[in-house]
């Protein structure tokens, strides 16, 4: 079996569960980390790489078979100033520079190469339209980013190197993220829906993505860019409506006005205001099924 495979961002939300995948599954997990003192799980080698500085051990890439691309910047961790514009996109676009130019330089041609894109690339807008990985990007701060990370993502395929992207909703984990975000109001025994609350939230449990993420790894053929997201479409409406359903002492309240959450939130206020649907169709064409094909199906998993 082939079955080195390095990580780049491997220790995140996504990448900690990866990780944990591929290691039950067989493989040799390498993670390409900023901090020299990550987490140690003994199950896994750790490489360390500075983007800014174009420092990288090399020792990383050797005999790689597989590579999965997953680092950047926070979206939605800190306010959208142009320098962190800026950092979002050079942190994922630099990465694969850096990891191509590493591959050119000890001469070394991994089996495929795997990277994370958003469906930002369809823009923040709301439509009636399902959108299909064959449309244009959107001309916005996220639909510019995803285009030219996903561009960077293809020069490995130029230089030869089968790639896959997969375009990602937003990612349901029981460890973090999007979900304990839309949680944070039943503390208090509460929840709203923002603004129209008419926003599609595009999404896809963690169990299912590392699945196919472990698919680009067991089957060659699978390439080109996918959306990875579950084919039940909820808007924010639904969505408030359906957490409120697994928390029973809490109550709705009016919807957030967005004249609230612009000035709280800027620019970023449009990731949460807006959104459309996104089809699965070319992934589950390809034979994929969906373990959690419905939003009630992943939150009775996810939500105890
Ligand atoms: N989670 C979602 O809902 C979602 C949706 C769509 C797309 N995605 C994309 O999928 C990828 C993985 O998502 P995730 O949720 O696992 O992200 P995450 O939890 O934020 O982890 C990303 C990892 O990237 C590395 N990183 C952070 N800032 C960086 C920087 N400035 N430069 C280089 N590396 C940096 C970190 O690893 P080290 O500290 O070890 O370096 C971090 O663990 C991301 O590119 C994300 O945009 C995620």
């Known amino acids: 079996m082939d079955k080195i495979i390095l990580i780049t961002g491997g220790t995140g939300l996504i990448g ?8 039950d599954n067989g493989y040799e997990v390498r993670i390409l980390s900023r901090s020299k003192n990550s987490l140690q799980n003994k199950n896994y080698e750790y490489y360390h790489w500075n983007i800014a500085t ?27 100033t142009t320098a962190r514009k800026k950092h979002i996109l050079d942190s994922r676009v630099n990465g694969a520079t850096l990891l191509l130019e590493t591959l050119e330089q000890i001469n070394h ?12 690339f369809y823009g923040a807008r709301t439509n009636t339209t399902i959108f299909k990985e064959n449309t244009s990007p959107h001309n916005d701060f996220l639909g510019n980013t995803c285009k030219l990370w996903e561009q960077s993502s293809l020069t490995f395929k130029e230089a030869g190197i089968p790639t896959t992207i997969l375009r990602t909703g937003i990612v349901l984990s029981k460890k973090g993220g ?14 709203s829906a923002l603004g129209s609350g008419q926003q599609y939230m595009p999404w896809i449990h963690i169990d299912d993505l590392c699945r196919i993420y472990l698919r680009t790894i067991t089957d060659i053929e699978f390439t080109g860019i996918y959306n990875a997201v579950a084919p039940a479409h909820v808007t924010n409406n639904e969505f408030t409506k359906a957490l409120l359903r697994f928390h029973k002492n809490s109550v709705q309240l009016p919807n957030v006005p967005s004249s609230i959450l612009k000035p709280l939130l800027g620019n970023m206020s449009a990731m949460v205001l807006q959104g459309s649907r996104v089809s699965s169709d070319k992934l589950e064409n390809t034979g994929f099924k969906f373990q959690y094909n419905s939003l009630k199906k992943a939150l009775e998993d996810l939500i105890k």
């Open 109 to 120: 041609r991994p089996l495929k190469f795997i990277a994370a894109s958003g469906i930002g």
């Open 54 to 80: 174009k420092e990288i051990d090399i020792s990383a890439l050797k005999n790689v078979h597989y590579i999965i691309h997953l680092a950047g910047a926070g979206i939605a961790d800190k306010r959208w």
């Open 16 to 23: 900690t569960q990866l990780s944990k995948l591929l290691f």
């Open 178 to 191: 999007a979900l304990e975000k839309l949680c944070q109001t039943f503390k208090f025994r509460f929840a």
